[in-house]
């Protein structure tokens, strides 16, 4: 196996085993032996939208953050604490400087956390139309 599957594989495997334990995690803490099968259904539901969610969301903040969404927040934020400490404000880079700096700085290969996002959504979604066909 070539060096850039196993990389891709353990990214898979690392962000879908966080994403299983959390969602066991949630049954656990429900009591899930103790339900009936419509709130078992529903439990599942959630179990799985909730990791689902947290690896989508993290991975559109990373987009953002590599498309340059939060450069004019940051630049300005590091003006501001640079005024505030004594001989650093002549120091101060120009924006055009600071924004060709943070683009080296990008995170590459995140498409993963969609992927695994999108699967536990959708394991979300068998669940709760199992859920509503019972309920």
Do not use: H
Not at 86 to 104: I, L, N, S
Not at 117 to 124: E, T
């Amino acid at each position: 196996m070539s060096k850039n599957v196993q990389t891709r594989l353990l990214k898979y495997g690392i962000t879908g085993g966080i994403c299983l334990c959390l969602a066991v995690f949630y049954c656990v803490a429900r009591d899930f032996t103790q339900l009936t099968l419509v709130e078992k259904y529903r439990t599942l539901c959630d179990a799985f939208t909730i990791p689902g969610l947290l690896c989508l969301c993290v991975g559109v903040l990373i987009w953002a953050s590599n498309d340059g969404f939060f450069y004019g927040l940051s630049y300005c934020l590091n003006v501001a604490w640079r005024a505030l400490i004594p001989g650093a404000r002549y120091k101060t880079e120009r924006y055009y400087d600071y924004v060709t700096r943070k683009k080296e700085k990008r995170i590459p290969g995140y498409g993963f956390l969609f992927l695994v996002g999108g699967v536990c959504m959708a394991v979300a979604i068998v669940f709760l139309v199992l859920f509503y066909r019972i309920y």
